[in-house]
């Protein structure tokens, strides 16, 4: 089955414990992304890559790094997470041509005390 | 990319056409319409997308009048399971990448 895979689906930490969520997608798609969903805010990119070894920035791209060493994964890394970054998160990937939509991920709910 | 508004919330009967619709007066003509939902806190879905003439799958109708200002999505028999958020987002032509903009969308809640 075509998908984006994240893990884990809910994750509790402490303020300055390095986190990494991860973003697997079994589609050979070229775009992959990060987003971030709040109440009132929507959904808000934070990184994205267009391939392999290329990464750019998003809206809100602060306290966030990203690699994209493999076509298929693009893990979220949180290297000093703080309680802002409370939030639940997405992953999503298209290919490059033919676009018909993104596939996102069944999401990942933070939870920084 | 274009800026799009829909009516915050919306009810619907099940069993009955849901007409979802969406202005989008500034768009260029590069731009395409796409529609997505989001079932409670679940990962966004596809729908459909359209430049101009309107459109069918299986999930649902888009139908772009002709100024292409608005546009309307119609789900043609809705069921509870189409309680969800729906998106409209205006974005260049499909063989681009680039981010998808969400807006608030419209809150569909399907009644028995």
């Known amino acids: 089955e075509a998908q984006v895979t994240q893990n884990p689906r809910y994750l509790i930490t402490v303020t300055g414990k390095k986190l990494t969520v991860t973003c697997s997608q079994n589609m050979n798609h070229e775009y992959m992304s990060w987003y971030r969903q709040d109440p ?6 934070i990184y994205y890559s267009m391939n392999v070894e290329v990464t750019d920035k998003g809206d809100v791209p602060e306290g966030y790094k990203v690699s ?4 298929r994964n693009f893990p979220l890394i949180l290297e000093s997470p703080s309680p802002n970054q409370t939030s639940l998160y997405f992953c999503a990937s298209s ?3 033919g676009w018909r939509g993104y596939t996102f991920g069944s999401g990942t709910r933070l939870t920084v005390v | 990319d274009a800026k799009t508004t829909q009516p915050p919330s919306m009810d619907c009967a099940e069993g009955r056409a849901a007409n979802l619709p969406c202005n989008h007066s500034t768009i260029s003509g590069n731009e ?7 079932i409670h806190s679940q990962g966004p879905q596809y ?9 069918t799958n299986e999930m649902a ?13 119609i789900l043609p028999h809705a069921t509870l399971r189409d309680t969800a958020v729906y998106y ?7 063989d681009s990448w680039g981010k998808l903009q969400f807006g608030a969308g419209t809150q569909v809640v399907v009644t028995p």
């Open chain 1, 40 to 45: 009132g805010l929507g959904l808000r990119q």
């Open chain 1, 68 to 71: 994209r060493k493999e076509k």
């Open chain 1, 95 to 97: 290919p490059q041509t």
């Open chain 2, 32 to 38: 395409y319409v796409y529609w997505y939902r989001q």
């Open chain 2, 47 to 55: 729908i459909i997308h359209g430049l101009k003439n309107n459109e």
């Open chain 2, 61 to 73: 109708s888009l139908i772009i009048t002709e100024d292409r200002k608005s546009s309307t999505l």
């Open chain 2, 88 to 94: 409209c987002i205006v974005r260049v032509a499909p």
